[in-house]
């Protein structure tokens, strides 16, 4: 992964930052930097995360997916950080595999169905994943897809691999019914867990280069120095830190290829979890080029000046040319491949926004394939770090959600709760037809 | 659409709309209400989107359809507006049809092409729209896909719909193979051109009820009064409107079925291109219940108190019941449904965040048929064009765009555009692995 920061400079953009600003902030990376080594030296909680490259174990994961490396299709059932790093992967790289990757990453009824009346169980397999064993949405989704399975006549124990925390109801599961299993790593929050088991055993599913994976990986953290402007992760994550600072309260982050798509939405778990808390943190905003140049693009250059506009170009990949045309106005058109007018619309639509004094940052990877895969994943997470740092929160925990969590529970009579009689408390204005 | 703004009262949150403020507000709202009516009743630009309830003849429609009422599936080729009203209806009522609904609204070229080497391109349908006929990305396209139907050796001219203005390429080649053809109506821009042939050919393709979706547009179309407290669609406008004004620039719309995704991203675009202004625009971010309780709930809750939360609660949809577990810790899972687990979600994270203070509004469907549909799409529509009064913008115009138009055309060689040397003069700073 490379990146472009000139079009966030102040020079060309407001909000933007200065070079000397830079160099200034560059003084409090240098600390961070620091911290964060010593935290990936002594396997601290979340630090422990960008030690992955080196700690996972490809063999293991391959081991424990060897029953089931023939599926037509995989059911991942999982939510959050233990659906959004696998679901990044293999939709990125579908392209290149013949297992359909489906993920069960919420609890709407309707769509359950529909995924489990289409699929062919009897070719299916099923990667159900929960660090505690007890997210009620993996359970209950779990409960459901055994439960059709069985109604299918399929042995749903042959077909099932887990990957949970060394105890907890999945990990007694596992056990009871001599499942492969896997391990959720130690000290790895779920949204940085990309690079394990937990991000992995789909593509494995789904016959990708996990070794590749894990050396883009490893060639990102190579390169992190004590400099943003000598390291790729830390120039995004301290520039993007700059902006929110400066006024860009939101980060749209647009990648210019359909198959990275989910990695907007796997930024935007990690951006928004991380960093969101103290009042702090940018908001993550998920969009798609060139599809979204005629839906946000108006806002992003003519609304309020409180965004940072993350591209993210691909490279080369596979093209198709467009067929001559004898409409005049449409000339044009036929010199040229689909590829070239994509990336033509990525390079107008950047500088569109720089010429109206928008900022924006390019990611640049050098195709779609594993290896760039891992670097831009192990990037971004670097990225994420550094910027907690700077912020100084606390950018491995997430207690904002457990609120919900206890309510859900309480609502649905699995314990007292107090958070479950707030709900019958609502304020209501309601306006009917 | 009912609507419920409780949760968004200076009482429960802050930033929040005291409800003297709302009532002082009711007087600007009557007052625009009177420039809607007034626009409306002249077939102004723009407003007379809101006399289409009235204005689409659903059996022109179906009679433009019907050569390929049998399709197993329907390529729409279009762009924005020109695919996310259709995309939002057909996605939304996926489950009842056995047409396979595919929207080709970006030019990357590995997924054109995936799409068109998995589908049975002889009972493929084609349905393409632009208005201008010109469009950059809609044309390549569908020049592609016609070469691969040739290829195949499948007559497009037998399974083409055309969709567009009075002249142009389009409508040209429309006149030269005799394609069934319709009309984009005058003074409505894309985006809100959902309920009219643009948003309802592909619909028609797909066997859904037109009717009922202009009915249930037309009873929100009723409800338009002078006052946020008569008339949902208002009541929403409003509100979003002050709590921008008091702080909430980003607008998260988290609607609580999968079967509504696309549907946020259809408001994205409605109220990003309508009121994205002039410095001016709530910035719209796009999420989805459950999933993002896992992703965004830490920063809605936790984060900058910067945003409004808009839940779309779709009310009674088919259920699932969940299978009892001998696992105590779960066993309050078994005594529920999948349905019930979603609804218990959606109560506690919207509980969680007026616990915390953080401001959100209701929409409330009677279930996802035709008729609710056509009364959300309406009613937000309705909802955009008083925030663009309220607002003082240009709500139907979206110039921001032009600059990389020009500038993709000039960059490919179709004629002589300053904004296209732009591109070259990109101020770099790069960092490299």
Redesign the interface.
């Known amino acids: 992964?490379?990146?472009?920061?000139?079009?966030a400079?102040a020079?060309?953009a407001s909000p933007g930052a200065s070079?000397e600003s830079l160099e200034r902030l560059d003084e409090q990376v240098a600390d961070a930097h620091e911290r964060i080594v010593a935290g990936m030296e002594q396997s601290e909680h979340g630090y422990e995360a960008l030690n992955l490259p080196e700690r996972t174990d490809p063999d293991e994961i391959r081991a424990a997916v060897e029953p089931v490396a023939d599926a037509e299709a995989l059911i991942t059932v999982g939510?959050?950080?233990s659906a959004?790093g696998a679901a990044t992967i293999t939709d990125a790289l579908?392209?290149e595999s013949d297992t359909e990757a489906v993920y069960l990453?919420?609890?709407?009824?309707?769509?359950?169905?529909?995924h489990l009346e289409r699929l062919p169980l009897e070719e299916t397999a099923i990667n159900v994943v929960s660090r505690s064993g007890?997210t009620?949405?993996t359970?209950?989704?779990f409960?459901?897809v055994?439960?059709a399975f069985e109604a299918a006549g399929v042995d749903w124990t042959e077909r099932t691999i887990v990957t949970t925390g060394e105890s907890g109801?999945l990990r007694?599961?596992a056990d009871r019914h001599d499942l492969p299993s896997l391990k959720v790593p130690d000290g790895v929050p779920?949204?940085f867990s990309a690079l394990s088991a937990v991000g992995m055993v789909a593509a494995a599913v789904c016959g990708h280069d996990l070794e590749a994976l894990l050396e883009g990986a490893a060639?990102?953290r190579e390169?992190l120095t004590g400099s943003?402007?000598?390291?790729?992760a830390y120039?995004y994550g301290a520039t993007a830190y700059a902006l929110d600072q400066r006024g860009a309260?939101?980060n749209a982050m647009v990648p210019?290829?359909?198959?990275l798509e989910t990695f907007a939405?796997w930024f935007?778990?990690l951006w928004?979890?991380s960093?969101?808390?103290?009042?702090?943190?940018q908001?993550?905003?998920?969009a798609?080029?060139?599809?979204d140049?005629?839906?946000?693009?108006?806002?992003?250059?003519?609304?309020?000046?409180?965004?940072l506009v993350t591209f993210v170009s691909p490279g080369e990949?596979?093209?198709?040319s467009?067929?001559d045309?004898d409409?005049d106005?449409?000339a044009?058109?036929?010199?040229?491949?689909?590829?070239?007018?994509?990336e033509?619309?990525f390079?107008?639509?950047?500088?569109?926004l720089?010429?109206?004094g928008r900022p924006n940052v390019r990611l640049e990877l050098e195709g779609v394939d594993e290896y760039e895969l891992g670097?831009l994943l192990y990037g971004m997470e670097a990225a994420c770090v550094l910027a907690g740092e700077l912020y100084g929160v606390n950018t491995f925990e997430?207690?904002?959600?457990e609120?919900?969590?206890k309510?859900?529970?309480g609502?649905?009579?699995?314990?007292d709760f107090e958070?479950?009689d707030?709900?019958a408390e609502?304020?209501?204005?309601?306006?009917?037809?």
Chains 1, 2 share one sequence.
């Open positions: 992964m490379n990146v472009d920061i000139g079009n400079l020079s060309v070079r939510i959050g950080g959004l579908a392209d990453d919420n609890v709407d009824p309707e769509w359950v169905s529909s007890t009620a949405e359970l209950a989704n409960l459901v055994r439960d109801p007694n599961l779920g949204r060639a990102e390169s943003l402007f000598d390291c790729p120039a309260a939101v210019y290829a359909e198959s939405e935007a778990q928004a979890e960093l969101g808390k103290d009042d702090l943190g908001t993550p905003a998920r798609l080029g060139v599809t140049q005629h839906s946000q693009l108006q806002l992003y250059r003519a609304g309020p000046r409180d965004k990949t596979d093209d198709r467009i067929p045309t409409v106005e449409l044009y058109l036929g010199d040229a491949t689909l590829g070239e007018l994509l033509a619309e390079e107008a639509t950047e500088a569109s720089a010429a109206a670097g997430q207690p904002a959600v609120w919900a969590k309510a859900t529970r609502l649905l009579g699995g314990g958070e479950a707030a709900v609502k304020t209501e204005l309601r306006i009917e037809r």
